[in-house]
């Protein structure tokens, strides 16, 4: 069991290119999210999905993009990098608060992206 | 807005010592608060939230809705307990998901 699994871990990118940061979760949770974390700020949220082929705006969701094509998977695109995303990026996935579940949010071990 | 505020970025106290995060969030109905941490090379994960009323690792928070308040406590702190601490408040649910709002964080450091 992997849990919460992003890839890539590290990356540089220059002014203007795009990538996309992969997350994969393996629980069957029906919620992803995507954070990013910054010195002093915290963790904001960027887009989340509740579920297959969903997916809604969070704290910071300009110059972002989601996708949730199939239930485990929930990526993250940038199509035109700027310094200003410099940042960790984090997914995390949850499953509905029930009785047996707390609706604990369970993260990946972030991504380091640099943008020149 | 939602927000969660903890007041110390950094934190430093010696081992035995008690220490106190602090955490407070912005009144908005009734929110559910949680502390998560993050040990070096690790995950972030849940430490404990607060309709769960356990000690954790030593550690128990007390909501204080009068004070709008969830500051976390030990007795005794350990240097296993050196890590990023960070303070989460829920938001609106849509549909269930949990979206919650983050403070700021207060890195903790155990000295010897």
């Known amino acids: 069991n992997a849990g919460v699994t992003q890839t890539p871990k590290f990356r540089v990118l220059k002014t203007g290119q795009s990538m996309t940061l992969l997350c994969a979760q393996d629980?069957?949770?029906?919620?992803m999210y995507w954070y990013r974390q910054d010195p002093g700020m915290g963790l904001r949220l960027i887009h989340y999905?509740?579920?297959?082929?969903?997916?809604a705006k969070g704290e910071v969701p300009d110059g972002y993009n989601v996708s949730r094509l199939k239930k485990q998977n929930f990526l993250l695109g940038l199509e035109s990098a700027a310094p200003s995303q410099t940042s960790v990026y984090f997914c995390?996935?949850?499953?509905?608060?029930?009785?047996?579940?707390?609706?604990?949010?369970?993260f990946g071990e972030g991504s380091r992206l640099t943008v020149l | 807005a939602q927000r969660v505020t903890q007041p110390e970025k950094l934190l430093s106290v010696f081992k035995g010592a008690p220490v106190e995060l602090k955490c407070n969030y912005s009144?908005?109905?009734?929110?559910?608060l949680f502390w998560y941490v993050q040990y070096s090379r690790q995950r972030l994960q849940l430490l404990l939230r607060?309709?769960s009323r356990e000690s954790i690792k030593g550690f128990t928070a007390d909501l204080n809705k009068g004070e709008t308040s969830f500051h976390l406590k030990k007795p005794f702190a350990q240097e296993e307990d050196s890590a990023m601490y960070y303070c989460?408040?829920?938001?609106?649910?849509?549909?269930?998901?949990?979206?919650?709002?983050f403070g700021q964080g207060t890195r903790l450091t155990i000295n010897p």
């Open positions: 989460a408040r829920s938001g609106p649910a849509i549909q269930g998901a949990q979206k919650l709002v």
């Open positions: 629980m069957n949770h029906e919620y």
């Open positions: 607060h309709i």
């Open positions: 999905s509740v579920g297959e082929g969903t997916t």
């Open positions: 995390a996935s949850s499953s509905p608060p029930g009785r047996k579940n707390t609706g604990e949010l369970f």
């Open positions: 009144y908005s109905g009734s929110p559910e």
